[in-house]
């Protein structure tokens, strides 16, 4: 085991639960898994049978096909998954399952196997997408896990905690951009790689080692990462160890004003001000038996443990303060689009003990809008990506990850999104006009959903203001 220490072991493993939050809408604990995963039992018994709870496998699951390149493409992002027992029973083979699955882009039919990586973790093998109309697409599934499984095993415990990793690394990767002996020696970070090993065999609890190279130079990083907020980290004490072996020691950054004095604990990713929470509350509040019970709220917390203990995978509780009252909502939270939760049904309790089921809200239009494949759309709706909503956020965190635009627009300024472009380019194309630090150009691409908080770039083309042309790829 890596000696990482217990507080950011804890914050690994809370922050891939909200990381998946609303990709996967699953509940926050997850129970032990065994190796088998799941198993089809004699003609006797009925159903699939799973070692963990079978809501907590089909979140698994539901995760495992929608980070898979072909379902992304072709279904968008997952609102729906359904476990067709009858039709997985009759598969061959104990790990062949058969979802139904309904995206943001169209409903279709996957038939694939599902290997167990991690208690927490389902990667999806070979199989099949049938899609509502019949056209079929072959899924090759993944690469690593069907390795992994090959070789007679699948992850360890470092590899699990490195895999779940990629927000943290990001903001480790900002926090030490954001340093001036670090734009000093190393320039502008082109790549940024965790050495787990030497991670583990640092001595601090927040002591984390990285391989550093940009374009002024290389080197290895060791030094104490601070979290901030959800969303940020901050660089502390460490050692810059140059490629020619020069060691420059530094205290990192100061405290901000706002930060607290102990770090935060795991469980205010979720109090605080985080992306889910925010558009729970605007969804908490439109609903009209709060806005008559609780009135304007003042408050909006997220009850981690009574969430937990939730039966529904789309079930999360919140305690309420208004200026009428106070209590505690335990509802379903739809995902309407990167921007948009709608509250779902649910029970409000109030302060003197009085229960009010509801409901919820009814479909929105942006829920039930076609995907955008008709020549004449029309106008874009209210409900497609605007410039200061979060799908424009993530994306323009692709855009600046994407090495063709490192190398050809360098460090972004600014990213004017082509609302009415974008709308009408075909399939999932989003347009965006760029300026950096190297130039200025147009892009064109696709933008396919990994989890709540990441976009990636798929198959699309950067074009320079003087007109060169750069295919950006797929991968």
Known sequence: MMGWGNKRRTLFSWGLVMACGLTMSSGMAAAGLADDGNTKPTPAQEGVRF?????????QARAAMQVDPVVAAHLGAIRKVALDDAASMDEPGPDVLVFDVEGSRGKGRVTARFITVSATQEALGPGMLV??????????????????????????????????????????????????????????????????????????MNTFVFDVAGDKGRGRLEADFITVSADTERLGKGVLTLANGRKLSFEGEPRGGDEPEDGIDATDLFAGDNI?????????????????????????DMDVLGTGEAEGADEFVFT???????????????????????????????????????EGEPPMEGELAAPRTDADRGEAPETFARQDGIFVLQANAAMQAHPVVQRHIGDIREAAFDRDASWAAEG????????GSKGAGRLEAEFI???????????????????????????
């Open 131 to 204: 899609m509502a109309d019949g056209t079929r697409h072959e899924i090759e599934g993944d690469a690593d896990a069907l390795a992994a499984e090959g070789e007679g095993h699948g992850h360890d415990d470092e590899e699990d905690v490195e895999a779940g990793a990629g927000l943290f690394i990001r903001q480790a990767q900002e926090a030490a951009q954001r340093y001036p002996l670090i734009r000093q020696h190393i320039g502008q970070i082109a790549a940024f790689e965790l050495d787990s090993d030497a991670t583990g065999a640092a001595p601090g």
């Open 51 to 59: 070692s963990i709870d079978r809501e907590e496998y089909d979140a």
């Open 276 to 300: 889910f929470t925010r558009q729970a509350r605007v969804a908490v509040q439109r609903y009209p038996l709060v806005q008559q019970h609780i009135g304007t709220l003042s408050a909006f």
């Open 449 to 475: 959903t990994v989890d709540a908080d990441n976009e990636r770039i798929g198959e699309g083309e950067l074009v320079m203001a003087d007109g060169k042309r750069y295919p950006l790829g797929g991968k």
């Open 320 to 358: 309420l303060v208004g200026d009428k009252g106070r209590g505690r909502i335990l509802a379903e939270f739809i995902t309407v689009d990167a921007d948009t939760e709608r509250l779902g049904k649910g029970v409000l309790t109030l302060a003197d003990g009085r229960e009010f089921a509801f």
């Open 428 to 435: 999932e194309r989003y347009v965006f006009d760029l300026k």
